[in-house]
Antibody, heavy 119, light 109 residues
Framework: EVQLVESGGGLVQPGGSLRLSCSASGFTFSRHAMHWARQAPGKGLEFVSSINDIGDRIYYADSVKGRFTISRDDSKNTLYLQMSSLRSEDTALYYC????????????WGQGTLVTVSS | QSALTQPRSVSGSPGQSVTISCTGTSSDVGGYNYVSWYQQHPGKAPKLMIYEATKRPSGVPDRFSGSKSGNTASLTVSGLQAEDEADYYCSSFAGSCWVFGGGTKVTVL
Protein backbone atom coordinates (compact mmCIF):
# COMPACT_ATOMS: atom_id res chain seq x y z
CA GLU A 1 0.00 0.00 0.00
CA VAL A 2 1.36 3.40 -1.00
CA GLN A 3 1.83 5.77 1.93
CA LEU A 4 3.06 9.35 1.96
CA VAL A 5 3.53 10.88 5.40
CA GLU A 6 4.43 14.55 5.66
CA SER A 7 6.03 16.12 8.73
CA GLY A 8 7.83 19.28 9.77
CA GLY A 9 4.99 21.78 9.66
CA GLY A 10 4.28 24.24 12.44
CA LEU A 11 4.09 27.87 13.44
CA VAL A 12 6.90 30.10 12.18
CA GLN A 13 7.43 33.85 12.17
CA PRO A 14 7.53 35.85 8.94
CA GLY A 15 11.02 35.65 7.47
CA GLY A 16 11.68 32.34 9.16
CA SER A 17 12.56 28.92 7.78
CA LEU A 18 11.13 25.43 7.96
CA ARG A 19 11.97 22.06 6.39
CA LEU A 20 9.19 19.70 5.43
CA SER A 21 9.75 15.98 4.97
CA CYS A 22 7.68 13.34 3.20
CA SER A 23 8.37 9.72 4.07
CA ALA A 24 7.28 7.38 1.29
CA SER A 25 6.56 3.65 1.33
CA GLY A 26 4.76 1.00 -0.68
CA PHE A 27 6.39 1.79 -4.03
CA THR A 28 9.83 2.15 -5.59
CA PHE A 29 10.50 5.74 -4.56
CA SER A 30 13.59 6.19 -6.75
CA ARG A 31 11.61 5.52 -9.94
CA HIS A 32 9.09 8.31 -9.50
CA ALA A 33 8.98 12.06 -9.80
CA MET A 34 7.65 13.64 -6.62
CA HIS A 35 5.90 16.90 -5.97
CA TRP A 36 4.68 19.37 -3.37
CA ALA A 37 1.36 21.21 -3.57
CA ARG A 38 -0.37 23.39 -1.00
CA GLN A 39 -3.82 24.53 -0.03
CA ALA A 40 -4.41 27.69 1.97
CA PRO A 41 -7.25 27.45 4.51
CA GLY A 42 -10.57 27.44 2.65
CA LYS A 43 -8.84 27.94 -0.70
CA GLY A 44 -7.92 25.89 -3.75
CA LEU A 45 -4.90 23.81 -4.66
CA GLU A 46 -1.60 25.35 -5.76
CA PHE A 47 1.43 23.63 -7.28
CA VAL A 48 4.61 24.36 -5.32
CA SER A 49 7.52 22.28 -6.62
CA SER A 50 8.50 19.14 -8.49
CA ILE A 51 11.59 16.93 -8.78
CA ASN A 52 12.04 14.13 -11.29
CA ASP A 53 13.21 10.62 -10.49
CA ILE A 54 16.93 11.31 -10.81
CA GLY A 55 16.78 14.81 -9.38
CA ASP A 56 18.10 16.70 -12.38
CA ARG A 57 14.83 18.33 -13.41
CA ILE A 58 13.31 20.63 -10.81
CA TYR A 59 10.41 23.04 -11.15
CA TYR A 60 9.05 25.73 -8.85
CA ALA A 61 5.97 27.92 -8.83
CA ASP A 62 6.85 31.57 -9.40
CA SER A 63 5.45 32.35 -5.95
CA VAL A 64 8.16 30.30 -4.20
CA LYS A 65 11.08 30.50 -6.63
CA GLY A 66 14.26 31.60 -4.90
CA ARG A 67 12.84 30.89 -1.44
CA PHE A 68 12.00 27.16 -1.49
CA THR A 69 14.27 24.23 -2.37
CA ILE A 70 13.07 20.72 -3.17
CA SER A 71 15.31 17.70 -2.74
CA ARG A 72 15.12 13.96 -2.32
CA ASP A 73 17.08 11.21 -0.57
CA ASP A 74 16.35 7.92 -2.31
CA SER A 75 18.31 5.98 0.34
CA LYS A 76 15.76 7.16 2.88
CA ASN A 77 12.71 7.19 0.58
CA THR A 78 12.18 10.78 1.64
CA LEU A 79 11.25 14.00 -0.15
CA TYR A 80 12.09 17.38 1.34
CA LEU A 81 11.02 20.99 0.97
CA GLN A 82 13.31 23.59 2.50
CA MET A 83 11.35 26.81 2.94
CA SER A 84 12.97 30.14 3.79
CA SER A 85 11.95 33.82 3.85
CA LEU A 86 8.47 32.65 4.74
CA ARG A 87 5.54 35.00 4.27
CA SER A 88 2.02 35.04 5.64
CA GLU A 89 0.75 33.98 2.20
CA ASP A 90 2.73 30.73 2.53
CA THR A 91 0.32 29.64 5.28
CA ALA A 92 -1.24 26.43 3.98
CA LEU A 93 -1.56 22.69 4.24
CA TYR A 94 1.37 21.26 2.31
CA TYR A 95 0.80 17.99 0.47
CA CYS A 96 3.37 15.51 -0.83
CA UNK A 97 2.37 13.95 -4.16
CA UNK A 98 3.51 10.87 -6.05
CA UNK A 99 3.72 11.02 -9.82
CA UNK A 100 1.75 8.57 -11.98
CA UNK A 101 4.68 7.82 -14.25
CA UNK A 102 4.63 9.48 -17.64
CA UNK A 103 1.20 11.06 -17.19
CA UNK A 104 2.01 14.36 -15.46
CA UNK A 105 -0.66 13.59 -12.88
CA UNK A 106 -0.60 12.74 -9.19
CA UNK A 107 -2.01 9.35 -8.15
CA UNK A 108 -1.28 9.51 -4.41
CA TRP A 109 -1.41 12.41 -1.98
CA GLY A 110 -0.33 12.51 1.64
CA GLN A 111 -2.59 13.89 4.33
CA GLY A 112 -0.61 17.11 4.50
CA THR A 113 1.33 19.09 7.09
CA LEU A 114 0.15 22.53 8.17
CA VAL A 115 2.47 25.50 7.93
CA THR A 116 1.36 28.69 9.66
CA VAL A 117 3.37 31.87 9.13
CA SER A 118 2.42 34.44 11.72
CA SER A 119 3.97 36.72 14.30
CA GLN B 1 1.18 30.67 -14.12
CA SER B 2 -2.44 31.83 -14.00
CA ALA B 3 -4.96 29.46 -12.50
CA LEU B 4 -7.25 27.55 -14.82
CA THR B 5 -10.85 28.78 -14.88
CA GLN B 6 -13.58 26.58 -13.41
CA PRO B 7 -17.18 27.42 -12.44
CA ARG B 8 -17.46 27.95 -8.69
CA SER B 9 -20.34 25.54 -8.34
CA VAL B 10 -22.60 23.14 -10.20
CA SER B 11 -25.49 21.09 -8.92
CA GLY B 12 -27.73 18.26 -9.98
CA SER B 13 -30.26 15.80 -8.67
CA PRO B 14 -29.40 12.15 -8.04
CA GLY B 15 -29.20 10.28 -11.34
CA GLN B 16 -28.61 13.39 -13.41
CA SER B 17 -25.37 14.40 -15.13
CA VAL B 18 -23.22 17.42 -14.42
CA THR B 19 -20.30 18.77 -16.43
CA ILE B 20 -17.47 20.91 -15.08
CA SER B 21 -15.41 22.98 -17.49
CA CYS B 22 -11.76 23.91 -17.09
CA THR B 23 -10.45 26.66 -19.35
CA GLY B 24 -6.81 27.46 -19.82
CA THR B 25 -4.56 28.66 -22.61
CA SER B 26 -2.40 27.25 -25.38
CA SER B 27 0.46 27.19 -22.83
CA ASP B 28 -1.25 24.66 -20.61
CA VAL B 29 -4.55 22.88 -21.39
CA GLY B 30 -4.35 23.54 -25.12
CA GLY B 31 -0.66 22.73 -25.42
CA TYR B 32 -0.55 19.36 -23.70
CA ASN B 33 -2.77 16.35 -23.23
CA TYR B 34 -1.77 16.29 -19.57
CA VAL B 35 -5.00 17.40 -17.94
CA SER B 36 -6.03 15.66 -14.74
CA TRP B 37 -9.01 15.95 -12.40
CA TYR B 38 -9.13 15.54 -8.62
CA GLN B 39 -12.00 15.01 -6.20
CA GLN B 40 -11.68 16.38 -2.69
CA HIS B 41 -14.11 15.69 0.13
CA PRO B 42 -14.04 18.04 3.16
CA GLY B 43 -11.02 17.44 5.36
CA LYS B 44 -9.58 14.83 3.00
CA ALA B 45 -6.70 14.74 0.55
CA PRO B 46 -7.52 15.03 -3.15
CA LYS B 47 -8.07 11.86 -5.19
CA LEU B 48 -7.11 11.38 -8.84
CA MET B 49 -10.22 10.83 -10.99
CA ILE B 50 -9.03 11.44 -14.56
CA TYR B 51 -5.56 11.70 -16.11
CA GLU B 52 -4.33 12.54 -19.60
CA ALA B 53 -7.66 14.29 -20.16
CA THR B 54 -9.74 11.16 -20.73
CA LYS B 55 -8.28 8.19 -18.83
CA ARG B 56 -9.65 6.76 -15.60
CA PRO B 57 -7.40 5.19 -12.96
CA SER B 58 -8.45 1.74 -11.82
CA GLY B 59 -11.10 1.92 -9.13
CA VAL B 60 -12.71 5.13 -10.37
CA PRO B 61 -16.32 4.49 -11.45
CA ASP B 62 -17.04 4.80 -15.17
CA ARG B 63 -19.65 7.43 -14.28
CA PHE B 64 -16.70 9.83 -14.37
CA SER B 65 -15.46 10.80 -17.82
CA GLY B 66 -13.17 13.45 -19.22
CA SER B 67 -12.78 15.25 -22.52
CA LYS B 68 -10.77 18.07 -24.01
CA SER B 69 -11.19 20.43 -26.93
CA GLY B 70 -8.74 23.20 -27.60
CA ASN B 71 -8.02 25.16 -24.44
CA THR B 72 -10.95 23.68 -22.49
CA ALA B 73 -11.18 20.38 -20.67
CA SER B 74 -14.33 18.97 -19.09
CA LEU B 75 -15.27 16.45 -16.44
CA THR B 76 -18.69 14.83 -16.63
CA VAL B 77 -20.27 12.94 -13.76
CA SER B 78 -23.16 10.80 -14.99
CA GLY B 79 -25.74 9.15 -12.77
CA LEU B 80 -24.96 11.56 -9.93
CA GLN B 81 -24.80 9.98 -6.48
CA ALA B 82 -24.78 11.50 -3.01
CA GLU B 83 -21.13 10.55 -2.49
CA ASP B 84 -20.13 12.60 -5.56
CA GLU B 85 -20.79 15.79 -3.60
CA ALA B 86 -17.30 17.26 -3.25
CA ASP B 87 -14.90 19.84 -4.63
CA TYR B 88 -13.33 19.06 -8.00
CA TYR B 89 -10.09 20.52 -9.32
CA CYS B 90 -8.57 20.34 -12.77
CA SER B 91 -4.83 20.52 -13.32
CA SER B 92 -2.61 20.83 -16.37
CA PHE B 93 1.09 20.54 -17.02
CA ALA B 94 2.34 23.87 -18.35
CA GLY B 95 5.86 23.15 -19.54
CA SER B 96 7.81 24.06 -16.41
CA CYS B 97 5.15 23.83 -13.75
CA TRP B 98 1.63 22.62 -13.14
CA VAL B 99 -1.43 24.83 -12.82
CA PHE B 100 -4.65 24.03 -10.98
CA GLY B 101 -8.14 25.34 -11.47
CA GLY B 102 -9.85 27.29 -8.71
CA GLY B 103 -12.12 24.37 -7.89
CA THR B 104 -15.80 23.57 -8.44
CA LYS B 105 -18.17 22.56 -5.69
CA VAL B 106 -20.57 19.87 -6.86
CA THR B 107 -23.80 19.76 -4.90
CA VAL B 108 -26.20 16.84 -5.10
CA LEU B 109 -29.68 18.26 -4.58
Amino acid sequence: EVQLVESGGGLVQPGGSLRLSCSASGFTFSRHAMHWARQAPGKGLEFVSSINDIGDRIYYADSVKGRFTISRDDSKNTLYLQMSSLRSEDTALYYCLKDLSGTYSFDYWGQGTLVTVSS
Amino acid sequence: QSALTQPRSVSGSPGQSVTISCTGTSSDVGGYNYVSWYQQHPGKAPKLMIYEATKRPSGVPDRFSGSKSGNTASLTVSGLQAEDEADYYCSSFAGSCWVFGGGTKVTVL
